[in-house]
């Protein structure tokens, strides 16, 4: 019987080991193309009044419900998601993904702005908590919304 129980409480831990993969492979090759082309690349700021921003200095234009659309009739906001793996994180199956986001000028179709984010979820030992994540750059400094604060700049702030 302690056999048996042994063998049960190991062949969560196999199976993980087992699957293919690994949470710190994923985790080395998203830092590796992390460090490739990674974070947020500026071409053109483009300086604007005070009324196309928000009270937390924010554009107010910016509705990311409206796809390419999503800045208005002057900008396209072009989304592209590359799976290398995918898998169900929620299931702690190992998902690992390349998000690019592109900020391109309507009348001329120049790139004002990109960035690229590199991702992995999951991957962890099978059981009741929450699957974990990495990401690099961080999202907080290379996703949509640093993409945004870094080309679109009110023309009325101080040191500017």
Same mark, same amino acid.
């Given at each position: =019987?302690? /056999?048996?129980?042994?063998?049960?409480?190991?062949?969560?831990?196999?199976?993980?080991?087992?699957?293919?993969? $690994?949470?710190? &492979?994923?985790?080395?090759?998203?830092?590796?193309?992390?460090?490739?082309?990674? #974070?947020?690349?500026?071409? &053109?700021?483009?300086? %604007?009044?005070?009324?196309?921003?928000?009270?937390?200095?924010?554009?107010?234009?910016?509705?990311? /419900?409206? $796809?390419?659309?999503?800045? #208005?009739?002057?900008?396209?906001?072009?989304?592209? =998601?590359?799976?290398?793996?995918? #898998?169900?994180?929620?299931?702690?199956?190992?998902?690992? %993904?390349?998000?690019?986001?592109?900020?391109?000028?309507?009348?001329?179709?120049?790139? %004002?702005?990109?960035?690229?984010?590199?991702?992995? $979820?999951? #991957?962890?030992?099978?059981?009741?908590?929450?699957?974990?994540?990495?990401?690099?750059? &961080?999202?907080?400094?290379?996703?949509?919304?640093?993409?945004?604060?870094?080309?679109?700049?009110?023309?009325? =702030?101080? $040191?500017?």
């Amino acid at each position: =019987m302690k /056999t048996l129980i042994t063998l049960l409480l190991l062949l969560p831990l196999t199976t993980a080991c087992a699957s293919d993969p $690994g949470k710190a &492979e994923l985790d080395a090759k998203v830092k590796r193309l992390c460090a490739i082309d990674g #974070g947020v690349k500026v071409y &053109e700021t483009v300086k %604007l009044p005070a009324d196309k921003f928000n009270q937390w200095g924010q554009i107010n234009f910016y509705k990311p /419900t409206q $796809g390419e659309n999503a800045l #208005g009739p002057d900008y396209v906001f072009k989304r592209d =998601m590359h799976w290398y793996v995918k #898998g169900d994180p929620y299931t702690h199956e190992a998902t690992m %993904l390349r998000a690019s986001y592109k900020i391109v000028r309507r009348f001329d179709g120049k790139i %004002l702005a990109e960035t690229v984010i590199y991702g992995r $979820g999951g #991957g962890d030992l099978p059981g009741p908590w929450y699957p974990s994540s990495f990401s690099c750059p &961080e999202i907080n400094v290379a996703g949509p919304n640093a993409l945004l604060r870094a080309v679109f700049i009110d023309s009325n =702030m101080k $040191g500017e």
